[in-house]
T-cell receptor, first 114, second 109 residues
Framework: DAGVTQSPTHLIKTRGQQVTLRCSPKSGHDTVSWYQQALGQGPQFIFQYYEEEERQRGNFPDRFSGHQFPNYSSELNVNALLLGDSALYLC?????????????FGPGTRLTVL | RKEVEQDPGPFNVPEGATVAFNCTYSNSASQSFFWYRQDCRKEPKLLMSVYSSGNEDGRFTAQLNRASQYISLLIRDSKLSDSATYLCVVMKYGNKLVFGAGTILRVKS
């Protein structure tokens, strides 16, 4: 049973560049949520995708955008990178939008912005 | 004020000790509650869900007090392998997870 996978594992970019992170959900899951975890902090919710639509969004600027594909995989795009975007980006998958569903996290992509 | 607040620790305890973590949340509309464990530079992993009736999983006991908006985690007979960051998590409408900043536990021999 394949778990949540993310690519790449590490990424180094410079300010102003754009980045795309990828996530494949756990087998059987159809909902993908993205979180940003800065050093020493808990993960913060960026947005959630279900049925190829953004269903919820956290307090992140429009520079953060995403997409979900028909096979339920997802991308997170960040434009005009800032130093403060350096963080661990986590993807979590679950089944549907009903309350209480367990979310399983991928290993994350560690983004460093120089 | 943060929506989920935890004591950051670190809690330094000897092997075999009992340790308790507490967490408070501010949004009374929160629907579900969890403890996740995160090892250094790894992803969070679900430790256990938390219910008002209290629930136990081996050496771990979790409790929810909705009236006080308070969540707890008790670890008995601590092992070296319990060393990690423990994240208190509430789930809001639509399965959005809100995390506390985490409590660091270090178990020493």
């Amino acid at each position: 049973d394949a778990g949540v996978t993310q690519s790449p594992t590490h990424l180094i970019k410079t300010r102003g560049q754009q980045v795309t992170l990828r996530c494949s959900p756990k087998s059987g899951h159809d909902t993908v949520s993205w979180y940003q975890q800065a050093l020493g902090q808990g993960p913060q919710f960026i947005f959630q995708y279900y049925e190829e639509e953004e269903r919820q969004r956290g307090n992140f600027p429009d520079r953060f955008s995403g997409h979900q594909f028909p096979n339920y995989s997802s991308e997170l795009n960040v434009n005009a990178l800032l130093l403060g975007d350096s963080a661990l980006y986590l993807c979590a998958s679950s089944l549907g939008l009903a309350g209480g569903r367990t979310q399983y996290f991928g290993p994350g992509t560690r983004l460093t912005v120089l | 004020r943060k929506e989920v607040e935890q004591d950051p620790g670190p809690f330094n305890v000897p092997e075999g000790a009992t340790v308790a973590f507490n967490c408070t949340y501010s949004n009374s509309a929160s629907q579900s509650f969890f403890w996740y464990r995160q090892d250094c530079r790894k992803e969070p992993k679900l430790l256990m869900s938390v219910y008002s009736s209290g629930n136990e999983d081996g050496r771990f006991t979790a409790q929810l007090n909705r009236a006080s908006q308070y969540i707890s985690l008790l670890i008995r007979d601590s092992k070296l392998s319990d060393s990690a960051t423990y994240l208190c998590v509430v789930m809001k409408y639509g399965n959005k997870l809100v995390f506390g900043a985490g409590t660091i536990l270090r178990v020493k021999s």
